[in-house]
């Protein structure tokens, strides 16, 4: 077909001569190569069918110019590169809407797919690096702890155990301490040992050197001669049956007299001022006992015209520490608060606490202030009833510290450690271990790890269920959770709980102990919790369980309702 017909474009309609063809056809045909004309597109193609149909017009284009035999070794010139080139601005200069709308779409979906892939990715390998430092932290935790218990058995031999019993009794003769300890007996020097003898032991010029000594028996249904029941458990054709069961109601008898008392009383209160110097003098008077109180407490009695013999004090943090070496019994006058900074003053082991009731509800405070006097004989005198209330071991452990087991001493507590979010505004984000299993992720107002004695405290606000305090368990209640189906736990008291702050959490959280004590904890800070070997034992007016269900009678008026009415005898 020659290149002067009109099907070429009206441009050629005028018949050229053959020097002018000759001339113009290079620079036209690598036009054309280049830059082909327009191409019918169907509705909708596809990316490949648009680049077999740009080929396909090539080829015809090529296949044109040899056939007129004037251009053909022009096309051959142009290499592959520069085809594809072509071939790519033609699908750039081809609109969007003439491909088709659903691939920008799809595109646009595999970017953010692509996008959500890459940061599941990251936060697994962050997840992973994460848990591998907690689990490190964690066995190095353990491995301290086991490492305790080593050398605590390691110094409990027999010559030690003779010497630490004669330094805490003072009492010369070995024969009748070994002699007081039955097959289900507890005594003194079981429970109130030192945790480190050493030469830090010197006593006061102003504390006393006296200890006496008791030990402490299963008690049953209440009763104080000593007996007790033992757990029997049957296997009979492999079925296992308890036989009986005990209620291992706990006793205590002095072996020796109490020499040495503690008052610890609420301050700003009159009633309390008067009654406590009242208390003192009776004890010097008729019992002659020791009396210890407060350095504060000791300026309050002096100025109200007390004899300064009746009353010693101590001067410093480290006579408070070796308090549990010479106080034989110790005495609160004031509510709960009281009893709490009375178990706060011992780090390690605790004497036996009687309180009495000066505050407002008194979950463990039995005795009424006004029969001071027979209440203080019996205990004197013994046997009587004591509770065992766990406390809880704290330790905050930093993201930054290098040696996560000496960052900060650890923390007692008797009734709650509180995680709370503070004056921020976002959720509290939390999460949570026990032992070495993941429990769940708090997002609510907070956390409240409690001992079964605080279960009718903050945990009992938030939602938590009432525990008999020698129930051995920990109280695992979240604070205002946003989530209906997070209900509180209680867990096995032998487990290791863990808090953490996650890395990703909006704000910081604050830890509370008894109320106290306030501490933040960044993101990648935790909490590490568990039972303290060391309870506070505190003496029943009856029983345990009768002044528990008292107490929660009396004090939070539990399950009172006017009594129905009998049926009308005429229905």
Known sequence: MPLGEPAHGPELQDHPSPEAVAESAQPESRLRSLNPGPIPIPAAPSSRSLVDKVSDQRDVIASHQSENGTISTVSSTVS????????????AQTPIKSTDAHLVEFSEA?????????????GKAAAQAEAAEWKRKYELETAHKQQSKMKDCGSCTDDNLEKLARQITLETPVSDQAACCGNHEICS???????????????????????????????CNGNKNGQHKHDFVSFEKGDITTAERSNKQILLKWESRPQTVLFITKPNSNSVRVLCAEMVRWLKENKNINVLVEPWVSKELLTQDTDRNLVQTWDNDEETKMLHTKVD????????????????????????????????????????????RDCLDNVLKGPFSITLRNRLQCHV?????KDELETEEPILVLNEVT?????????????????????????????????????????????GSMVHPQVPGILFTPICPHSLSFRPLILPEYVTLRIQVPYNSRGHAWASFDG?????LAPGDALICSISPWPVPTACLIDSTTDFLRSIHEGLHWNLRKTQGPLDGSA
């Open 516 to 520: 106290k004590d306030r501490k933040q």
């Open 80 to 91: 592959s590169v520069e085809s594809e080139r072509a071939t790519y601005e033609f699908l």
């Open 397 to 401: 452990i930093r993201d930054a510290a």
């Open 419 to 463: 995680i709370d979010r503070g004056i921020s505004s976002y959720l509290t984000y939390l999460e949570c271990y026990c032992d070495s299993s993941f429990v769940t992720c708090v997002q609510g107002d907070g956390l409240i790890i409690s001992t079964t004695s605080g279960s009718t405290a903050y945990s009992l606000a938030a939602g």
């Open 110 to 122: 595999m970017r953010t797919v692509a996008k959500a892939l890459r940061q599941v990715a990251e």
């Open 189 to 219: 020097h079981e429970v109130l040992q030192d945790e480190v003898p050493g030469s830090s032991r010197r006593s006061s010029h102003k504390m006393v050197g006296r200890k006496a000594s008791f030990k402490l028996s299963w008690g």
């Open 329 to 372: 019994l110790v005495v609160t006058l004031g509510g709960d608060g009281t009893v709490l900074w009375a178990a706060s003053l011992f780090k390690g082991p605790v004497p036996p606490v009687v309180a009495f009731a000066m505050g407002s509800l008194g979950f463990m405070t039995p005795f009424p202030s006004e029969q001071y």
